[in-house]
Every structure is written in C-alpha cells, then in structure tokens.
C-alpha cells in the first residue's frame, strides 16, 4: 500500500492531521482529524475521523508496527483494517506526580467492517438487524487511562487500561463490550548511538463480551441467546543489537467460550477460525538501511484447532520507503 500523511499547525489553537491509503483495491480515508493545543487545565480536544485510542497498536499506523502484521487477537476484536470512526476524544493530562493521562471518546458505531464487533457487517456470523442511532446509548464509548514511569534513568514503562462499550447489530437492545490492559517497557543506555542498543518489551491482553441477542425469523436460523467472549493476547521482545539492526520474536494466543455461528448453523468456537484456540510464534529480523527505509524478514507460525493439519507456516518480506519529513521513530 502507500500512504499519503499531512501533518502540521493550522494556527495558535489547532493541529491537524490527514492520512489517505492506497491499496490495489482502491484509495480510503484512513484518518482525518484537528486537536487543540491550548486548552487550559491539561485537556486536549480531538475530534473528526481517528482510530479509537485502545490499548497500543490499534491507535498506530500499519508502517508504524514493529512486526509485519497485527497480532491475530486484534484482528478478532477490532478489524483486520482496526477499529477507526468519526467522533470526538477529551483527553486530560492529570495532576498526578508522574504521567498520567485519562481519554473519554464517543465515536459513531456504525462502520461496517471497521467496527465488527458493534454495527458492523458480520455480526459475528449471526443475522444483523437495521438498527437505528436514537441516542447516547447507540454509539461506541471509550475509557483509556495510561501511565508512564522512569524506574530508572535507561528504563521506561508504559502502563494502560482501555475500555470499549458499544451497540451491536443482532438486536435493538444488544450490545458488547471490549476491555484490555497493556505494558510497555524500554530501555536504552545512555551511551547510545542513534537509539542504538535498545530493548523493547510489549503486552497487551484482551477481551470481549458479545451480547448476542436469540433469532426466531421464520425466514431464517433460529439461534438462541448467548454471551459470547473473546479473549487473548500478545507479548513481544524487539532487540537492537547494532546500529540498524534488530530482532525479535512475538508470541500470540486466543480463544473463547460460547458457540459460534457458521453458515447459519451452530458449531463449537473451535471449528470457527475467528474464534477458535489458537497459538502464533513469530521471529522477526528488522534492518533499516537508512533513516528512511526499513527491511523486514518474519516467520509465522500457527497451531490452531480449526485448521486442518493443527499448524501452517507462512513467511513474510515487508519493504518501507519514506519521502518528505516525518517524525521520529520509537526504538
């Protein structure tokens, strides 16, 4: 894909912030959004059309990933393209004696595909209602509280709680909620060179509560009532052992309770390959030739209950190319 991004200050008061995407299957808006710079009392507006501030890779950019892909948990929970919609975000920087910052955000909850796990196309295999945004209660909400500490003068740590609650689309009255935690620690030297050595460690842990309403549509399946949840997660280590040079390894697992839908028919979660139990191993070998390109080798490997032979193998070769003024990398 390639990515336009537009970044700068519109005035004494506002930043704004454009990214367009461009895939063989056509170009799509992937942000667009202002935030204000001058609010009194540590508070931040942002408002427009923004991924939703959950947990540490949905708000991030694809390029900006450290491994090719996304861990398979966020592609169950909040989209194979994550979860983003227009609406608006109040942040506030807390008086308390380290970093602390609290988001309160409202977004719409009806994107399709970008928010499968509310009104979204899917439904989780389960038939989908019209239903209709009449007030508060319809749209998506989220609550992220994040902490930063400095254990030490080469060591950072970064911890956060995130929380989403929203309508879903099996019934009027349905909804479901997404919930996680994560860590992130890194540590660099003083003595380094460019960012170089570093280490990275970085968690996240996830669930999700589906309310999935009963069916009785002469029409159609009828399926009963169930609460289906969802839960997993991630942990990676990225090593930089030398100017340019990194590598990693990342470690994924899922599952859930409750049965799924397939083809209209009830069958357990394990036959489901969004739902079922399943394990990722993945080493990663990342070189950045310059500032402005960066070489990627990752090996996959999965053991899930849905596939046929218990495990497959997939190798992936990501190359990234930057042009113009960007911001700094996170090493």
């Known amino acids: 894909q390639a990515e336009l991004s537009l970044a700068g200050a519109v005035d ?33 507006l942002e408002a427009g059309y923004f991924l939703t501030e959950f947990g540490i890779i949905n708000p ?29 975000r109040l942040g506030w920087l807390t008086p308390l004696p380290w970093y602390s910052e609290l988001n309160v955000g409202v977004q719409n909850a009806d994107e399709g595909d970008l928010t499968a796990s509310f009104i979204g196309d899917g439904a989780l295999g389960r038939p989908g209602v019209d239903r209709d945004i ?11 509280w994040v902490n930063s500490f400095d254990p030490g003068d080469e060591t950072t740590l970064v911890w ?14 349905a909804d479901t909620w997404i919930y996680g935690t994560d860590l992130k620690v890194r540590w660099r030297p003083k003595s380094n060179f460019r960012g170089w050595p570093f280490l990275l460690w970085q968690t996240e842990i996830l669930g999700r509560s589906y309310d999935a309403a009963a069916t009785s549509d002469p029409d159609g399946p009828t399926l009963p009532s169930d609460t289906l949840e969802d839960y997993g997660g991630y942990t990676q280590v990225l090593w930089g052992f030398r100017p340019g040079w990194a590598t990693g390894l990342r ?38 030739p310059t500032h402005f390109s960066r070489l990627r080798l990752q090996y996959n490997y ?19 190319i930057l042009y113009g003024q960007h911001g700094a990398h996170e090493y």
């Not at 991030?60 to 608006?88: N, Y």
């Not at 929203?166 to 009255?173: A, F, K, L, R």
């Open 12 to 44: 004494p008061y506002l930043r704004g912030e454009v990214h367009v995407v461009a895939t063989p299957d056509g170009v799509e808006l992937e942000e667009a959004f202002a935030a204000t710079t001058a609010l009194p009392a540590g508070l931040q």
């Open 251 to 288: 470690y994924e697992y899922g599952s859930a309770s409750g049965d799924s839908t397939v083809d209209d028919v009830l069958v357990s979660h394990d036959d489901d390959p969004f739902r079922d139990e399943r394990h990722r191993l993945s080493p990663l070998l990342v070189w950045h």
């Open 60 to 88: 991030r950019h694809a390029h900006a990933w450290d491994w090719i892909d996304q861990p398979f948990v966020l592609t169950r929970l909040m989209g194979d393209e994550a979860l983003r919609s227009p609406g608006a």
């Open 160 to 173: 956060g709680l995130s929380g989403l609650y929203g309508p879903n689309d099996t019934s009027n009255t």
């Open 302 to 320: 999965d053991r899930a209950k849905h596939l046929d032979d218990d495990d497959a193998h997939t190798a992936w070769l990501g190359l990234e």
């Open 134 to 144: 009449n007030g508060p209660e319809d749209l998506l909400w989220l609550l992220r």
